[in-house]
């Protein structure tokens, strides 16, 4: 198939790796210099489009690609106060819109798992969720928007689970690096968190390309869950399947569709 990268970061180039990988063809690149190419010949000759950029920039994006005609996945976070305005237009050209916070198959399936756990966890009070998340230090945003889909996904499920409370962000170094997680948000300076509100720890470690955790504690002992990337190509790899599996649609799709059918 032929696709369109719009964002060549350091993401931009795991997905045209992978996607050339995977015997597609790029047949569009556009990046800050050249956005006015979004309404030229070549994009418009593609089936998808992957679209990676910054919260400020992927609402416009995501909107002129539909214009054009051709389906995007977006992985941009951070833009949700247009979420209805651009499904809204997105729809209106006849397109379609493949929008998370993360596209990593080991993730989505992660949050599966998550699901169920906080179900049958909400008739067991004696266990108290917490999550934690760590990212490189170039993201300074907090929580990830993993993260937060994480917490949405316990607050669905679980009974005892009404809402998510940012604990804060502390910068790892060889002052605190030996310490636990648990350690650390023993630490933080944090507001008093509602009993029941999941709280949310981000950290931030070199370069680190992300890890998700979710304990359940109680007296007696502790459940934990993990996702632990180990780079980028899984986000990128998952991001190119999303591409190949929302070329021909029209609409406004879901991770959680494409991963029903995949699984």
């Known amino acids: 198939m032929k696709i369109a990268l719009i964002g060549y970061g350091k993401m931009g180039h795991a997905i045209e790796r992978i996607a050339r990988e995977r015997g597609h063809e790029i047949v569009s690149i556009i990046d800050l210099h050249n956005s006015a190419d979004i309404e ?15 919260p400020s920039t992927a609402p416009d994006n995501v909107m002129r690609a539909a214009a054009a005609g051709v389906p995007v996945i977006c992985g941009s976070t951070g833009w949700a106060s247009r ?18 916070s993360n596209f990593s198959i080991g993730v989505n399936i992660f949050n599966i798992i998550n699901r169920k756990l906080a179900s049958l966890m909400s008739h067991l009070p004696q266990y108290k969720p917490h999550l934690y998340e760590t990212h490189h ?25 009404n809402s998510w409370a940012d604990e804060g962000m502390v910068w790892i170094d060889e002052t605190n690096a030996s310490m636990t997680p648990q350690e650390l948000a023993a630490k933080v300076d944090a507001p008093e968190i509602a009993s029941d509100a999941l709280p949310v720890l981000s ?3 070199g370069e680190v390309p992300g890890t998700h955790t979710i304990d ?9 869950i993990t996702h632990r990337a180990k780079s980028r190509d899984g986000f990128a790899l998952g991001a190119v399947m999303a591409a190949e599996w929302i070329a021909g649609k029209k609409g406004i799709f879901t991770i959680e569709e494409m991963m029903s059918e995949l699984l």
Not at 83 to 99: H, Y
Not at 137 to 161: C, F, M, Q
Not at 216 to 224: F, L, R
């Open 83 to 100: 979420r209805d305005e651009v499904e809204k237009s997105v729809v209106d050209a006849g397109g379609a819109l493949l929008a998370s």
């Open 203 to 205: 950290m931030r470690e």
């Open 40 to 54: 030229g010949e070549a994009f418009a000759t593609a089936d998808a489009a992957i679209e990676f950029t910054t």
């Open 137 to 161: 230090v170039h993201k300074l945003d907090h929580p990830s928007g993993t993260a937060i889909t994480l917490a949405e996904g316990i607050i669905s499920e679980n009974e005892r689970v």
């Open 216 to 224: 359940w504690d109680s007296p007696v002992d502790c459940i934990s």
